[in-house]
């Protein structure tokens, strides 16, 4: 015969100590004598929050929140999530989320991923040998060096040399000060995580004149950074397997092997 003080075999209730009980009785004692507010101020100041944002959004007008919703508090969305407030850091990411997202001259838009070109010959892959300028004015060398420096992780120079490169042939003004500023914001500023690697003279050229840019504003920089290449990178890559390998597979597919 089973008692109301007996437990169904196999079901038992989870033991708490005494003195974690005691521990929150404490705990609980102190909120409500307001001894312990930090609590209270982290839901104070989250409420505060909540109502900036909502009394932002009702600001907006109806058919921008229809049409748009969330656009009526831009600033709303940069709120931190561990201190409920316009973190700084937060607006910077979100900026510079929305600045990749525009047109930039990267691997995905500027420039493709690959040039479209043919398939290099032996002739050609024996004259990047020769000379660096040779290798760049081969669209199909320019892609072989660039797959190289990828695996240096300094493809940002070769990005930076073909969007400078691009940027020269622009001819309406107000496309070339969007496109120099978007140049400057990917491979210039300190912020970018594809700066190139630049002297204090040419940077400081670029800061005066990215105000008012022209179609050389990147000559000196882009000069530069070719010359980096040149003398840094391109011998690795001619001692590199990726070469190597290259040549030696057209040799023995070449007639005249």
């Known amino acids: 015969m089973r008692t109301d003080l007996e437990q169904p075999v196999g079901e038992k209730k989870p033991y708490v100590p005494s003195d974690v009980i005691k521990a929150k009785n404490y705990l609980f004692a102190l909120c409500i004598h307001g001894e312990i507010p930090m609590g209270s101020e982290r839901m104070e100041m989250r409420k505060r929050q909540m109502s900036v944002q909502q009394e932002s959004a009702a ?6 929140q229809q049409g748009q919703p969330g656009q009526a508090n831009p600033r709303g969305s940069n709120a931190c999530c561990f201190c409920w407030c316009c973190c700084c850091s937060c607006s910077w990411n979100e900026d510079r989320d929305e600045r990749n997202r525009k047109t930039s001259y990267d691997v995905k838009e500027g420039t493709a991923d690959c040039e479209d070109c043919p398939k290099p010959t032996l002739e050609e892959v024996r004259l990047w040998g020769q000379s660096f300028d040779k290798l760049m004015c081969c669209p199909a060398g320019r892609n072989s060096f660039r797959q190289f420096l990828r695996t240096e992780f300094s493809e940002e120079n070769m990005l930076f040399w073909l969007a400078c490169d691009e940027f020269r042939q622009e001819t309406n003004k107000s496309v070339i000060e969007v496109k120099a500023r978007v140049i400057y914001e990917d491979y210039i500023s300190i912020l970018s995580p594809k700066e190139v ?20 504003t990147f000559d000196d920089a882009q ?31 070449s007639p005249e092997s």
């Open 197 to 216: 690697s630049l002297d204090s003279r040419v940077r400081e050229s670029i800061n005066r004149s990215i105000q008012e840019p022209t179609l050389h």
């Open 59 to 64: 600001g907006g007008t109806a058919s921008a």
């Open 223 to 253: 000069l530069q950074i070719y010359t980096l290449m040149q003398r840094d990178s391109y011998p690795r890559y001619m001692n590199s397997p990726a070469y190597k390998n290259l040549l030696n597979t057209l040799s023995e597919q």
